[in-house]
């Protein structure tokens, strides 16, 4: 009686205790270990992403429901694309925050050849002032988004990935592989999710100091006609210069035509 009591007291400290969540492992860096030294050998700036250590993470996030399933990408958690694409050696295989500008979504796929891997979405984004171009692989579907929407996405990078457009022009950019990405910035009205100024706030400050100009000019405009209209005074009309020895031919030439001096002429 007494070891059939240890047993259900056992058995009920084992069903009490919480399970250990999924996302422990992806906060343990040993959990991705592997897939980093499988990453050691990837070359950089080729255009292929067919690689051991490119699957391993998709596998990765596959296999972990939990790992990266919350971005939580501050503004200052953000790393510049400049430093992955100049050091990926110090950023391969970690976790990284960025953002960008979605250029296009590519149709989901799925490669056959690698089970376990399951259907990819690719994501390609821009960031203005620069030719490069940032794909994301994403194992879970994105949360629908217009082109040119800013997103933030927390993803593991995996290398810099050459890219050639329709066009023929060629350039570089940051592959990651990760669950799927936040929107930032909606580009159907640009209003920032993130607090700070919005397009709508700086419209209505125009508006606001268009009106003012308009007042501003209209006061100025009556007080000119006002002024116009007001009679002037005897100081502010302009006197008329001259002697009275200007003025006395005036009276010599009337004297001259006197009807005395015509009949005395005649």
Same mark, same amino acid.
């Given at each position: 009686?007494?070891?059939?009591?240890?047993?259900?007291?056992?058995?009920?400290?084992?069903?009490?205790?919480?399970?250990?969540?999924?996302d422990a492992?992806?906060?343990d860096?040993?959990?991705?270990?592997?897939?980093?030294?499988?990453?050691?050998?990837?070359?950089?700036l080729?255009?292929?992403?067919d690689d051991?250590g490119?699957?391993?993470?998709?596998?990765?996030?596959?296999?972990? =429901?939990?790992?990266?399933?919350?971005?939580?990408?501050?503004?200052d958690?953000?790393?510049?694309?400049?430093?992955?694409?100049?050091? =990926?050696?110090?950023?391969?295989g970690?976790?990284?925050?960025?953002?960008?500008?979605?250029?296009?979504?590519? =149709?989901e796929?799925e490669?056959?050849?690698?089970?376990g891997?399951?259907?990819?979405r690719?994501?390609?984004?821009?960031?203005?002032?620069?030719?490069?171009?940032?794909?994301?692989?994403l194992?879970?579907?994105?949360?629908?988004?217009?082109?040119?929407?800013?997103?933030?996405?927390?993803?593991?990078f995996i290398?810099?990935?050459?890219?050639r457009t329709e066009?023929?022009?060629?350039?570089?950019?940051?592959?990651?592989?990760?669950?799927t990405?936040?929107?930032?910035?909606?580009?159907?009205?640009?209003v920032?999710?993130?607090s700070g100024?919005?397009?709508?706030?700086?419209?209505?400050?125009?508006?606001?100091?268009?009106f003012?100009?308009?007042?501003?000019?209209m006061?100025?405009?009556?007080?000119?006609?006002?002024?116009?209209?007001?009679?002037?005074?005897p100081?502010d009309?302009?006197?008329?210069?001259?002697?009275?020895?200007?003025?006395?031919?005036?009276?010599?030439?009337?004297?001259?035509?006197t009807?005395?001096?015509h009949?005395?002429r005649?």
């Open positions: 009686m007494a070891t059939t009591a240890i047993v259900v007291w056992y058995a009920s400290i084992t069903v009490a205790s919480p399970p250990q969540p999924d492992l992806e906060a860096s040993s959990s991705t270990q592997a897939g980093i030294d499988l990453l050691a050998d990837i070359k950089d080729t255009f292929s992403f051991e490119f699957y391993w993470f998709c596998r990765y996030l596959r296999e972990h =429901p939990a790992a990266l399933s919350s971005t939580a990408c501050g503004f958690d953000v790393v510049p694309w400049q430093y992955l694409m100049e050091r =990926p050696s110090d950023y391969r970690r976790a990284e925050c960025v953002e960008g500008r979605v250029l296009r979504e590519q =149709p796929y490669v056959v050849s690698r089970p891997v399951g259907r990819l690719q994501v390609d984004l821009g960031t203005p002032g620069s030719s490069a171009i940032a794909t994301l692989v194992v879970d579907p994105p949360p629908s988004t217009p082109r040119k929407s800013l997103v933030r996405v927390r993803g593991f290398k810099v990935r050459s890219y066009s023929g022009d060629e350039g570089a950019g940051p592959l990651f592989v990760a669950r990405f936040d929107v930032v910035e909606t580009a159907r009205n640009g920032r999710s993130e100024v919005n397009s709508r706030d700086i419209l209505t400050a125009m508006a606001g100091i268009t003012g100009l308009f007042l501003l000019v006061m100025l405009r009556r007080q000119a006609a006002a002024s116009a209209t007001v009679p002037k005074s100081a009309r302009p006197s008329v210069s001259g002697t009275p020895s200007d003025f006395e031919w005036m009276g010599e030439k009337s004297r001259e035509s009807p005395e001096d009949s005395t005649g």
